[in-house]
T-cell receptor
Framework: AQSVTQLDSQVPVFEEAPVELRCNYS??????LFWYVQYPNQGLQLLLK??????LVKGINGFEAEFNKSQTSFHLRKPSVHISDTAEYFC???????????FGQGTRLTINP | DAGVIQSPRHEVTEMGQEVTLRCKPISGHNSLFWYRQTMMRGLELLIYFNNNVPIDDSGMPEDRFSAKMPNASFSTLKIQPSEPRDSAVYFC?????????????FGEGSRLTVL
């Protein structure tokens, strides 16, 4: 069975600073990887996903993530954050042939002015 | 296009009462998922349906929980009787196809408080 670990439950950063949210996964087979964002009082929405091909994936709102198979990681990055990026971010993993995703515990990103 | 629609958005009830949460998936989507979110346990998958058929209900916590999908445009999650530990935000999500490469579209959630 696959699992996801988000190493930081909370990440505070200053506005316009870079940020990295860490995600590691465990699986014995090839994986699909996702990042979802949850703004306050809303449902989750897809930021980006890795299915195959280029290991650097670009998503919405200036976010990107890099798939690193040897380190079993899929860290999310943004070079310069805005107040509007304040949200909870979830990493998720799925495997080929299965139909459900396994979500991490989430990382709360707080942007300070 | 309308997104996933959940009702009610907020529900406060007393222990022992029956709770019914409702979901209308996006038209044309073939898979529907019910999740529960709490501070302690994060986001948990309760059950999911493909083409209105329940596929995996291993996440349903106990017999007090049941879910149905009588047609492609409607699903319910019922808790009977409810307990304070059921307090959580319940999300419904739908996906166009049954393969997990596709995007999940989430509703805004139903916040349940059981007193």
């Amino acid at each position: 069975a696959q699992s996801v670990t988000q190493l930081d439950s909370q990440v505070p950063v200053f506005e316009e600073a870079p940020v990295e949210l860490r995600c590691n996964y465990s699986s014995s087979v090839s994986v699909y990887l996702f990042w979802y964002v949850q703004y306050p009082n809303q449902g989750l929405q897809l930021l980006l996903k890795y299915l195959s091909g280029s290991t650097l994936v670009k998503g919405i709102n200036g976010f990107e993530a890099e798939f690193n198979k040897s380190q079993t990681s899929f860290h999310l990055r943004k070079p310069s954050v805005h107040i509007s990026d304040t949200a909870e971010y979830f990493c998720a993993v799925g495997v080929q042939g299965a139909q459900k995703l396994v979500f991490g515990q989430g990382t709360r990103l707080t942007i300070n002015p | 296009d309308a997104g996933v629609i959940q009702s009610p958005r907020h529900e406060v009830t007393e222990m022992g009462q029956e709770v019914t949460l409702r979901c209308k998936p996006i038209s044309g989507h073939n898979s529907l998922f019910w999740y529960r979110q709490t501070m302690m346990r994060g986001l948990e998958l309760l059950i999911y349906f493909n083409n209105n058929v329940p596929i995996d209900d291993s996440g349903m916590p106990e017999d007090r929980f049941s879910a149905k999908m009588p047609n492609a445009s409607f699903s319910t999650l019922k808790i009977q009787p409810s307990e304070p530990r059921d307090s959580a935000v319940y999300f419904c999500a739908s996906r166009r196809d049954t393969q997990n490469t596709g995007e999940l579209f989430f509703g805004e959630g139903s916040r349940l408080t059981v007193l």
